[in-house]
């Protein structure tokens, strides 16, 4: 079985940050998000991997060719962003000829029973409520959890069951004949191709579509879900640093996650934080947050920020001579 990972968008919503990083290369609680869905398909028995990239795209190849050396994998490029359907329409013949196929987009972290939806007898549609159902492709099912309708951000929705970014194709055929024809058509949701209306177009065609609802859903997409999904994280087996070094004058309040060779001292790091590989620190307290490789933060103090690679940061210091009654506030 082969996974179509689309990474080509530009995460407008995380600028300025993605302005130089790509999204799915954001780390979260120690690792980037990409890796979640590569470690988590690889763990369900796929074994091939497309990733359709484009915006920043060089930076995504050369993370996955690195952490990912052996893995069988294929680079397509999206030359024009002109939606979901469109990337996934940009590598069909990297599919075509596929029995199964899994879709996942490079900006999800879930939680699910991968096993059980890759190996579903019928096409699958991974949901989740939401309580603003308009900002997502929307699916309304019967009362055995088959997909009657998707509409892709509706205005008025008749439905609070939206689509995590997960799917697995059983009828690869007739997607492709989907994408085609919305293509040829020129049939757009706003200016875009989405995936979601490809999979209506297949529901038209008689094809059964099942859905599968996830335990959790984290949409890195906006900077407050980000931080969340990062403190959560952290907060479960396996993810935060157990093992950590000796950091001169500095207290660590777990969970966190800190990576190879960083320099702290004289700092209050956690809880909730997650700090790249070869960070300098010095004179800081930094509480939930994310903090990039290479960064180097002096004199400040962070509190749900999100550092990129490569920045520093020097705060300020006061000297203070303070009378009774007095209250000041730097905030």
Same mark, same amino acid.
């Given at each position: ?16 940050? %993605? ?16 890796? +979640?869905?590569?470690?988590?398909? $690889? ?5 091939? +991997?497309?990733? *359709? ?8 190849? =050369? ?41 996942? /987009? ?8 991968? &096993? #059980?939806?890759?190996?579903?007898? /019928? %096409? ?30 509706? !205005? ?9 970014? /997960? ?12 994408? &085609?024809? =919305? ?12 995936? %979601? ?13 099942? %859905? ?17 999904? !990062? ?14 070094? /000796? ?19 004289? #700092? $209050? ?13 010095? #004179? ?20 749900? #920020? ?9 705060? +300020?210091?006061?000297?203070? !001579? *303070?009378?009774? !009654? ?6």
């Amino acid at each position: 079985m082969k996974a179509i990972i689309p990474v080509a968008g530009v995460g407008t919503k995380l600028r300025p940050l %993605t302005y130089t990083q790509p999204k799915p290369l954001i780390p979260v609680a120690g690792k980037p998000i990409i890796s +979640f869905i590569i470690d988590q398909l $690889i763990g369900a028995g796929v074994h091939e +991997f497309v990733f *359709v990239i484009g915006y920043l795209g060089e930076k995504i190849k =050369n993370y996955v060719d690195a952490a990912y050396p052996l893995l069988p994998k294929e680079y397509v490029i999206q030359e024009s962003r002109e939606g979901s359907g469109h990337a996934i329409w940009t590598a069909r013949d990297s599919f075509k000829n596929e029995s199964d196929l899994v879709i996942f /987009f490079g900006d999800t972290i879930i939680d699910l029973d991968i &096993n #059980s939806f890759v190996k579903s007898d /019928f %096409t699958c549609v991974g949901v989740k409520e939401v309580d603003d159902p308009r900002e997502f492709g929307v699916v309304e099912m019967d009362e055995q959890g088959f997909v009657r309708r998707l509409v892709e951000k509706p !205005n008025i929705p008749k439905s609070n069951m939206a689509m995590v970014g /997960f799917y697995k194709i059983r009828e690869v055929g007739a997607l492709i004949d989907g994408l &085609n024809y =919305n293509i040829a058509h020129h049939i757009r949701t706003g200016e875009e191709y989405p995936l %979601t209306d490809a999979l209506m177009r297949m529901v038209e065609q008689g094809v059964q579509i099942r %859905t599968m609802r996830v335990d959790n859903w984290f949409d890195c997409g906006k900077y407050d879900v980000l931080l969340e999904t !990062n403190a959560l994280l952290l907060k479960r087996e396996g993810y935060a640093t157990d093992d950590l070094p /000796f950091y001169d004058n500095s207290i660590i309040i777990h969970p966190v996650s800190i990576g190879r060779n960083c320099r702290i001292q004289n #700092s $209050i790091i956690g809880p909730h934080v997650t700090i790249g590989e070869n960070v300098q620190i010095d #004179s800081a307290i930094i509480k939930d947050s994310i903090i990039g490789n290479y960064a180097s933060i002096k004199e400040a103090v962070l509190r749900k #920020s999100i550092i990129g690679n490569d920045t520093a940061i020097t705060g +300020f210091r006061q000297s203070l !001579n *303070v009378g009774d !009654n007095t209250e000041i506030d730097f905030s």
